[in-house]
């Protein structure tokens, strides 16, 4: 009767039985504090929002554990929240990936950790102690029966034991950052014929892996489905075309290039413009009924030491627009709804471009907060009637160029992102030649 549990979700509101949130305990018994740690003890000493005037109920302890109500009352223990991390846009517990690898036959100690790849995305990557020799696709394979793709590691590097400091805690530091083909456990075989050639370049590519032998499984790489989608836009722009399911089918080169198929037709590129029926999460948008609806949108700031020629960014983004005709979209408000409508390439303007030069500003803290103040007026300026849902500025710095692209997410999203961004790299480089 002394003691008060409570779940709350990241904006401390309660979270409903089923639904994990972090663990918040108040009562009587409850400590002062950190001893001589004030700045600990008021991060995770707060006032009890949720009190009911009696005494020994003021404060609340956030504990950084992560856990649910279950039907019956109980909780459920779900692991640290600092043991927590995004993979794929999919926020997860490490801890419940470690669980799973432990009930494989003959492992008897594992630790998963998220590692950035080169391209600065998170990547699983398990390292495990186990009686014999268990291999990546084995795990893969009987975790893959058990958790959702994203949750399955990246990576399954086998150690004949844990690194220790000398609390007798794992070494995370000491752990062997995996390194080409390390995962896989094929042997390596160089590509035969010149479309495994061309396989092994887009693997290499997209994977960021320097060795790929045409045995090594695409997952055990490191290859994830959004991975898979990139594969199949490369083996298109040279001349060949692959099904998503015959890569999943098929994830190494030696068997999937009997599935990989020359390009006999080619998509029309022409324009598209005039009425567009809503895709079903556009109508979960609308039927929010936000006070901002204009002001959602996706934004990524890029850098260039040597900085940007203003002219071929022009070009770059004209095609890029003209291209890609979804970005020329506009949603108009009409007595049955929000209705969407293409706009053809004369119907407006098809991106914005603001060039702001700071090279004269003298110190960095009044460049950025020129650039953040900038940056939050270009992101607020866009409308969905009017258009164009693309915005930039181009802020020229000492430090070269600052460009921000912002992009309303009715009509971007991650996959969506990264086809931009490839498509811009490879229009610039054009332009500027």
Same mark, same amino acid.
């Given at each position: ?7 709350l979700?990241?904006?401390? =509101? ?5 639904v994990?949130?972090?663990?918040c305990v ?9 001893l001589? /740690?004030?700045?600990?003890t008021?991060e995770?000493f707060?006032? !009890? ?6 005494a ?5 302890y ?14 459920e223990?779900?692991? /640290?929240?600092? %043991? ?9 517990e490490?801890?419940?990936v ?13 630790i998963v ?21 268990v ?10 029966e058990?958790?959702?793709?994203y ?7 086998q150690l004949?034991?844990?690194p ?5 805690k ?8 995996p ?5 896989s ?8 014929t ?16 320097? +060795? ?15 991975k898979?989608?990139?594969? +199949? ?39 598209i413009?005039? +009425? ?29 030491a ?16 003209e291209?890609h ?5 506009v949603f ?10 293409? /706009?053809?390439? !004369? ?5 914005h ?7 004269d ?19 607020s300026?866009? %409308? ?5 849902l ?13 460009l921000?692209i912002?992009? =309303?997410?009715?009509?971007v999203?991650?996959? +969506? ?6 498509d ?8 500027v030649?």
């Amino acid at each position: 009767p002394n003691h008060r549990v409570y779940m709350l979700d990241v904006h401390g =509101h309660l979270a409903p039985v089923g639904v994990a949130g972090e663990l918040c305990v108040s009562g009587p018994g409850l400590a002062r504090g950190y001893l001589d /740690r004030p700045e600990l003890t008021a991060e995770k000493f707060v006032p !009890n929002p949720f009190a009911s005037g009696e005494a020994g109920y003021e404060r609340m302890y956030r504990t950084g554990d992560l856990a649910r109500w279950m039907p019956d009352g109980n909780i459920e223990y779900l692991g /640290r929240i600092d %043991h927590q991390v995004k993979i794929r846009g999919y926020r997860i517990e490490l801890g419940e990936v470690e669980a799973q690898i432990l009930k494989v036959e003959d492992v008897q100690e594992v630790i998963v950790l998220a590692q950035a790849d080169e391209q600065g995305q998170n990547q699983l990557v398990a390292y495990y102690v186990a009686e014999r020799d268990v291999s990546a696709s084995e795990l893969r394979g009987l975790l893959g029966e058990d958790l959702p793709n994203y949750m399955v590691p990246s990576y399954f590097i086998q150690l004949e034991q844990m690194p220790l400091t000398p609390n007798g805690k794992i070494d995370r530091k000491a752990l062997p950052a995996p390194e080409g083909s390390l995962q896989s456990g094929a042997d390596y075989v160089e590509p035969r014929t010149a479309l495994e050639q061309t396989l092994v370049s887009i693997w290499q590519g997209v994977l960021g892996t320097k +060795s790929v032998g045409i045995l090594d499984n695409f997952f055990d790489l490191g290859g994830d489905s959004i991975k898979a989608i990139q594969v +199949s836009s490369r083996l298109l722009q040279a001349g060949y075309k692959l099904d998503m399911k015959d890569l999943f089918q098929y994830p190494s080169i030696s068997l999937l290039s009997g599935h990989v198929q020359k390009v006999s037709r080619t998509a029309d590129q022409g324009e598209i413009s005039g +009425s567009v029926k809503l895709t079903p999460i556009q109508q979960w948008f609308f039927g929010q009924a936000s006070a901002e609806p204009h002001y959602f949108n996706q934004s990524v700031m890029l850098h260039r030491a040597e900085g940007f020629d203003a002219a071929a960014l022009r070009q770059t983004m004209t095609k890029l627009t003209e291209h890609h005709d979804a970005l020329r979209m506009v949603f108009r408000q009409t007595e049955q709804g929000y209705e969407a409508w293409n /706009r053809g390439l !004369n119907e407006g303007e098809l991106y914005h471009l603001d060039v702001v030069d700071l090279t004269d500003m003298p110190t960095l803290a009044e460049v950025a907060a020129t650039i953040e103040t900038k940056a939050n007026a270009i992101q607020s300026s866009i %409308h969905l009637d009017e258009g164009p849902l693309v915005k930039l500025g181009l802020f020229r710095c000492t430090d070269g160029d600052h460009l921000l692209i912002a992009i =309303h997410h009715l009509a971007v999203d991650g996959i +969506s992102w990264r086809i931009v961004f490839e498509d811009f790299a490879t229009g610039y480089e054009q332009a500027v030649r």
